[in-house]
């Protein structure tokens, strides 16, 4: 008997450094990132950040905030890419703006017919956008009402056929947050024919963004 209780505290002793140095191991690997000092989230190092025109890596701290042209909505852009510097996953942040001031509030009340009359007029706009560009929607996925770190934010999510490297499909979250002048949309896309998967980072990446100024629920 008390041998096998010996096993079961070196069993667990084990299990606890293991899950100790994986979380060290994680939070080594993920940089957080600002923008405009309001929204954060994590990304892995060997992400690739245009900012500024110029071209960074992340293999060190990045300074507190990061943007791209002052006279574009998009604040942040980085890509995670393959050996050839092919982009196999995007993550944008635009500001936005409106006359009025949406509050968390109000979408966190959202009904079921307003979010259907939403996913509607988002699924019109981003067809036209992305045949735009000479791709097409192939899947539309819907909007969800979902609630991450506090905030409720309206995702819609599809999959866009993509011609130009690599070639296939890109699946796009995008991810808004009303909040007043704190609004944002938070927008990322992957290869879906990548191996291994992407979709888990995806969703890590999602999991860590938060806004400093939102009002929260």
Not at 48 to 63: G, H, M, Q, R, T
Not at 98 to 113: L, V
Not at 183 to 198: D, G, N, Q, R, T
Request: with cysteine; proline share 3%.
């Amino acid at each position: 008997m008390r041998k096998y209780l010996l096993h079961i505290l070196i069993i667990s002793l084990l299990l606890l450094i293991f899950l100790q140095f994986n979380s060290i191991a994680r939070a080594s690997s993920f940089i957080k990132i600002k923008v405009n000092n309001n929204v954060s989230f994590q990304l892995p190092r060997n992400w690739v950040v245009l900012s500024d025109d110029n071209v960074i890596i992340l293999n060190s701290l990045v300074k507190s905030t990061l943007s791209v042209r002052s006279n574009s909505n998009i604040r942040f852009q980085a890509n995670l890419t393959n050996n050839k510097g092919e982009p196999l996953t995007t993550v944008q942040v635009y500001s936005l703006h409106f006359q009025d001031e949406p509050s968390q509030s109000r979408f966190a009340e959202m009904s079921e017919d307003d979010l259907g009359g939403y996913d509607q007029m988002m699924h019109e706009q981003l067809a036209r956008q992305v045949s735009q560009f000479g791709g097409r929607v192939t899947d539309w996925y819907g909007t969800r009402k979902q609630y991450i770190n506090g905030l409720v934010a309206l995702t819609s999510e599809y999959s866009r056929s993509q011609d130009f490297p690599p070639v296939g499909h890109a699946r796009v979250q995008i991810i808004r947050v009303y909040s007043g002048k704190h609004s944002f949309s938070f927008v990322i896309s992957y290869y879906e024919e990548a191996v291994p998967p992407l979709r888990s980072l995806v969703d890590e990446v999602v999991s860590t963004l938060r806004c400093l100024r939102c009002e929260k629920n």
